[in-house]
């Protein structure tokens, strides 16, 4: 079965650096979630997007910014990153139609910040 | 102070054992309680989710919810070495659209 699609898997940025983060839902999801997981701890929401609007926003930086493409998938930039922006990034996606206790999670993206 | 508490564990128990995990919550808004599994260094799976009070099973899993207690469980039968992951609650509010909030994770082993 198709999955949550999130590249790239690791990344490697400097202070002040920006990096993007990407996420390809699954075929016929609309709904994209953003979640940050440091290490030992539980994945906290950022932002999320339906039918490419933003839909809810959550401890999210202002230095962050995301969006949703026609195509559904959504990008979120980090911009003046700091070392404590190393996390895990999670990226999930809910079915058209769906409920939001379906959330189905990609395999995150691991930012490194040096 | 969480909104949802989940006691990290680590859990330890022999292949075939009944596996009990556990969260309290303190939002009674929170109507759809979900379990997901993560592996090491992998995307949280979803294993299943309850909709209000009540239980569902699925296979050797079964979750149970108790709102008056606002507590839930996630209970594991013949538990394998392959089951040894992190097991998550998660909580939500509505159903249409909405932010999971998380436990925060009780490790648990498997040993043959």
């Not at chain 1, 990344?11 to 940050?36: F, G, M, N, S």
């Not at chain 1, 230095?63 to 990034?89: C, I, K, P, V, W």
Request: net charge neutral.
């Amino acid at each position: 079965a198709a999955g949550v699609i999130q590249s790239p898997r690791h990344l490697i940025k400097e202070k002040r650096e920006t990096a993007t983060l990407k996420c390809y839902p699954i075929p016929r999801h609309d709904t994209v979630y953003w979640y940050q997981q440091g290490p030992g701890q539980d994945p906290q929401f950022l932002i999320s997007f339906y039918e490419k609007m933003q839909s809810d926003k959550g401890s999210i930086p202002d230095r962050f910014s995301a969006q949703q493409f026609s195509d559904y998938h959504s990008e979120l930039n980090m911009s003046s990153l700091e070392l404590g922006d190393s996390a895990l990034y999670f990226c999930a996606s809910q079915p058209m139609g769906g409920g939001a206790y379906e959330q189905y999670f990609g395999p995150g993206t691991r930012l490194t910040v040096t | 102070q969480k909104e949802v508490e989940q006691d990290p564990g680590p859990l330890s128990v022999p292949e075939g054992a009944i596996v009990s995990l556990n969260c309290t919550y303190s939002n009674s808004a929170f109507q759809y309680f979900m379990w997901y599994r993560q592996y090491s260094r992998k995307g949280p799976e979803l294993l299943m989710y309850t909709y209000s009070s009540g239980n569902k099973e699925d296979g050797r899993f079964t979750a149970q919810v108790d709102k008056s207690s606002k507590y839930i469980s996630l209970f594991i039968r013949d538990s394998q070495p392959s089951d040894s992951a992190t097991y998550l609650c998660a909580m939500i509010g509505g159903s249409t659209l909405g932010r999971l909030y998380f436990g925060r994770g009780t490790q648990l082993t498997v040993w043959p």
